[in-house]
């Protein structure tokens, strides 16, 4: 059975920072790319960044250059480095697993809240 | 990249059926068969519902079904259930090698 579990999330100052964590299980973690979408408060879904199993990425405009999506294929987690928070980061943090061959999401986690607040 | 076009509220009664369209451009929808449609419950994470235009995962009732055209793609459930009441979110895969997914759809059965 497909699992993940993210963790890591709080309340942070803005300009703070903050890791997140997904911890994946139920399948060959190094095979599929990963992904990170977030949904403020009572809006919609937004996607955030993307990794490979390999390692090569891609981001969202409104995230390039603050936040950092990687992986430990050894540890099956993928992360997502927060830097200059804003409040307008403020949101539940959902990981996905991306489905092979298509480009489409079949696996969610249950998602972490992260408040940017002062 | 702008978030795809979605209709915020659609309702039907039971048994109808009800169809929520999703626009978006030639760099996205237009340009690729990669539209995904995810279900959400309210405090719940999405689950994927379609993807690739008109596939239903493994589990996926077949009263759920997907079309597009041109720009626009479209996701039809008939019979509508009780269970059916969520938000809907479109999604697809850009020619920035990046994902967008649309504004959300309300869907209500009265």
């Given at each position: 059975?497909?699992?993940?579990?993210?963790?890591?999330?709080?309340?942070?100052?803005?300009g703070?920072?903050?890791?997140?964590?997904?911890?994946?299980s139920?399948?060959?973690?190094?095979?599929?790319?990963?992904?990170?979408v977030?949904?403020?408060?009572?809006?919609?879904?937004?996607?955030?960044?993307?990794?490979?199993?390999?390692g090569?990425?891609?981001?969202?405009?409104?995230?390039?250059?603050?936040?950092?999506?990687?992986?430990d294929?050894?540890k099956?987690?993928?992360?997502?480095?927060?830097?200059?928070l804003?409040a307008?980061?403020?949101?539940?943090?959902?990981?996905?697993?991306?489905?092979?061959?298509?480009?489409?999401?079949?696996?969610?986690?249950?998602?972490?809240?992260?408040?940017?607040s002062? | 990249?702008?978030?795809?076009?979605?209709?915020?509220?659609?309702?039907?009664?039971?048994?109808?059926?009800?169809?929520?369209?999703?626009?978006?451009?030639?760099?996205?929808?237009?340009?690729?068969?990669?539209?995904?449609?995810?279900?959400?419950?309210?405090?719940k994470?999405?689950?994927?519902?379609?993807?690739?235009?008109?596939?239903?995962?493994?589990?996926?009732?077949?009263?759920?079904?997907?079309?597009?055209?041109?720009?626009?793609?479209?996701?039809?459930?008939?019979?509508?259930?009780?269970?059916?009441?969520?938000d809907?979110?479109?999604?697809?895969?850009?020619?920035?090698?990046?994902?967008?997914?649309?504004?959300?759809?309300?869907?209500?059965?009265?």
């Amino acid at each position: 059975e497909v699992q993940l579990l993210e963790s890591g999330g709080g309340l942070v100052q803005p300009g703070g920072s903050l890791r997140l964590s997904c911890a994946a299980s139920g399948f060959t973690f190094s095979n599929y790319a990963m992904t990170w979408v977030r949904q403020a408060p009572g809006k919609g879904l937004e996607w955030v960044s993307l990794i490979s199993g390999s390692g090569s990425n891609t981001y969202a405009d409104s995230v390039k250059g603050r936040f950092t999506i990687s992986r430990d294929n050894s540890k099956n987690t993928l992360y997502l480095q927060m830097n200059s928070l804003r409040a307008e980061d403020t949101a539940v943090y959902y990981c996905a697993k991306r489905s092979t061959p298509g480009p489409n999401f079949d696996y969610w986690g249950q998602g972490t809240l992260v408040t940017v607040s002062s | 990249q702008s978030a795809l076009t979605q209709p915020a509220s659609v309702s039907g009664s039971p048994g109808q059926s009800i169809t929520i369209s999703c626009t978006g451009t030639s760099s996205d929808i237009g340009g690729y068969n990669y539209v995904s449609w995810y279900q959400q419950h309210p405090g719940k994470a999405p689950k994927l519902m379609i993807y690739e235009v008109t596939n239903r995962p493994s589990g996926v009732s077949n009263r759920f079904s997907g079309s597009k055209s041109g720009n626009t793609a479209s996701l039809t459930i008939a019979g509508l259930q009780a269970e059916d009441e969520a938000d809907y979110y479109c999604s697809s895969y850009t020619s920035s090698d990046t994902y967008v997914f649309g504004t959300g759809t309300k869907v209500t059965v009265l």
